[in-house]
T-cell receptor
Framework: NAGVTQTPKFRVLKTGQSMTLLCAQDMNHEYMYWYRQDPGMGLRLIHYSVGEGTTAKGEVPDGYNVSRLKKQNFLLGLESAAPSQTSVYFC????????????FGPGTRLTVT | GEDVEQSLFLSVREGDSSVINCTYTDSSSTYLYWYKQEPGAGLQLLTYIFSNMDMKQDQRLTVLLNKKDKHLSLRIADTQTGDSAIYFCAHEFLGGYNKLIFGAGTRLAVHP
């Protein structure tokens, strides 16, 4: 099993450009999450999904959109990138119930200039 | 996370014990967690403790939970250079979000 994979690993955008980050998991997990990680601030939840076809807002959803058309994929879109969106983005997934063991991808480092 | 506090940095000598501390405000979680992030990687679950336990030991790791003071600690015995990483304390948010609330992370540096 590959676990949770993310593409791309690195990206540099100019202000106003758009892009989509792809997250894929092969563990048949229902729940998927997008976080951003900024120095000294831990992880903040952007959006999450509790199943195929569902999405919901997290703590910091502004400027981002998501889609979960297939159970194994969770896409994060930036329609018009801003320098404040420079961050490391992590995708995670977990199965229902029990211990909240979230499985994380390796991250995408995004720089917006 | 706004209600999980951790110190940001800890430096220890190789072979010594490390103690990473965490305080939290929400006492409704069923479990509390420690995640580890190695350089350039995502987070990985290190260990967790059920909220009705005071202590959990797992090889070199000891988790202590003081529910009265809402204090969680992670002790790493015989700390090695491979333990250098960022350690995140986390608890569940049970308000319909199905998410974890993370602290800001403690960077552990192990020196010879």
């Amino acid at each position: 099993n590959a676990g949770v994979t993310q593409t791309p690993k690195f990206r540099v955008l100019k202000t106003g450009q758009s892009m989509t980050l792809l997250c894929a998991q092969d563990m048949n997990h229902e729940y998927m999450y997008w976080y951003r990680q900024d120095p000294g601030m831990g992880l903040r939840l952007i959006h999450y999904s509790v199943g195929e076809g569902t999405t919901a807002k997290g703590e910091v959803p502004d400027g981002y959109n998501v889609s979960r058309l297939k159970k194994q994929n969770f896409l994060l879109g930036l329609e018009s990138a801003a320098p404040s969106q420079t961050s490391v983005y992590f995708c995670a997934s977990r199965s229902e119930g029990g211990v909240y063991e979230q499985y994380f991808g390796p991250g995408t480092r995004l720089t917006v200039t | 996370g706004e209600d999980v506090e951790q110190s940001l940095f800890l430096s220890v000598r190789e072979g010594d014990s490390s103690v990473i501390n965490c305080t939290y405000t929400d006492s409704s979680s069923t479990y509390l967690y420690w995640y580890k992030q190695e350089p350039g990687a995502g987070l990985q679950l290190l260990t967790y403790i059920f909220s009705n336990m005071d202590m959990k030991q797992d090889q070199r790791l000891t988790v202590l939970l003081n529910k009265k003071d809402k204090h969680l600690s992670l002790r790493i015995a015989d700390t090695q250079t491979g333990d250098s990483a960022i350690y995140f304390c986390a608890h569940e948010f049970l308000g319909g979000y199905n998410k974890l609330i993370f602290g800001a992370g403690t960077r552990l540096a192990v020196h010879p």
